[in-house]
T-cell receptor, first 107, second 123 residues
Framework: DIQLTQSPSFLSASVGDRVTITCRASQGIRNYLAWYQQQPGKAPKLLIYAASSLQSGVPSRFGGSGSGTEFSLTISSLQPEDSATYYC?????????FGGGTKVEIK | EVQLGESGGGLVQPGRSLRLSCAASGFAFDEYGLLWVRQAPGKGLEGVAVMSWNSGSAGYADYVKGRFIVSRDNAKRFLYLQLDSLRGDDTAVYFCAKDISQSSAYFYGTDVWGQGTTGIVSS
């Protein structure tokens, strides 16, 4: 199975900060990577698909980049409503796997 | 409105079975790949099973292979997950989800999720 390693597992930042979460795949997955945001008690929400495509309705402060084994999710200007846990997911090969998650806290 | 709704969760003893169902509405069900994802209490997301839009391929996480079976009924617009030989570490909220890509050999991301159904495995 393809393993995804997210870092950091936790980050605390201030409103307006630029934050970046990275996701490293144990083998190449081309651009078959998605990013999700999950609020407590809710289903995940798709933010980015195909590594860099912004899902409809998602604010433009969210951006994704990368290919192969190294990927990143960037929030250009952190907002209070961005407090959540973020997950990457690889869709290149079965089984589809997730990273361990990054909890983002607003200072 | 595009919707997915899971049912079938509950409390079950170790070694027993559950059958989860996911009802779909508001989109061309037979044109999209579908997934089951679970989340144990306080833990992260785990991909459980996936089925392509045309039922041509299915994939399972290693920890459920041989115990869980995914299927779909396009006529009834349902996705199913048969869970056999359940263990305590199968306790989780089980979500069904729809892929964003239409009639594709590949999955690109899950844009619609159900609210989840909880399965608790305990004696």
């Amino acid at each position: 199975d393809i393993q995804l390693t997210q870092s950091p597992s936790f980050l605390s930042a201030s409103v307006g900060d630029r934050v970046t979460i990275t996701c490293r795949a144990s083998q190449g997955i081309r651009n078959y990577l998605a990013w999700y945001q999950q609020q407590p008690g809710k289903a995940p929400k798709l933010l980015i698909y195909a590594a860099s495509s912004l899902q409809s309705g998602v604010p433009s402060r969210f951006g994704g980049s990368g290919s192969g084994t190294e990927f990143s999710l960037t929030i250009s200007s952190l907002q209070p409503e961005d407090s959540a846990t973020y997950y990457c997911q690889q869709l290149n090969d079965y089984p589809l796997t997730f990273g361990g998650g990054t909890k983002v806290e607003i200072k | 409105e595009v919707q997915l709704g899971e049912s079938g969760g509950g409390l079950v003893q170790p070694g027993r079975s559950l059958r989860l169902s996911c009802a779909a509405s508001g989109f061309a069900f037979d044109e999209y790949g579908l997934l089951w994802v679970r989340q144990a209490p306080g833990k992260g997301l785990e991909g459980v099973a996936v089925m392509s839009w045309n039922s041509g391929s299915a994939g399972y996480a290693d920890y459920v292979k041989g115990r869980f079976i995914v299927s779909r009924d396009n006529a009834k617009r349902f996705l199913y997950l048969q869970l056999d030989s359940l263990r305590g570490d199968d306790t989780a909220v089980y979500f069904c989800a729809k892929d964003i890509s239409q009639s594709s050999a590949y999955f690109y991301g899950t844009d619609v999720w159900g609210q989840g159904t909880t399965g608790i495995v305990s004696s």
